[in-house]
């Protein structure tokens, strides 16, 4: 087996790990936001879950689906086309992380500090009540 095609099966297995991330992410998201739901009694509060985790679910998707991109990109078909293919790829994702950053949170970015997806997710499982609040300094 070339470098080519390792590099390549290594890119299929992060764009099969990429989905593999959505889909568990949304199974865990409904979950979430059903015991939310159950626990408060106020289908908002599940809702919030919902976005909340599912949307930490998708940023990080969309950053392995990058990743497969640029193993792709750099090690099997290094083009001059490819790379411009990538460029506008690597843009349009970066909008709608940016766009569900924003969504997600409610504020952009650069005025929350220390906000991510895997944050988002973290709070979505502390509101469904599956994990205590940690305790206030």
Known sequence: MSFTQVMDRVAQGFEGLGAAILVFGFVLAVVLAWRSWRRTGRAGEGYQVLRECFGGTLLLALEVLVAADLIRTVAV???LDNVAVLGVIVLIR????FSLEIEIEGVAPWRRALTSGTTATR???RRAGTRPEPPSA
């Open 94 to 97: 970066t909008f709608l992380s």
């Open 123 to 125: 709070q979505a499982v």
């Open 77 to 79: 078909a290094p083009s």
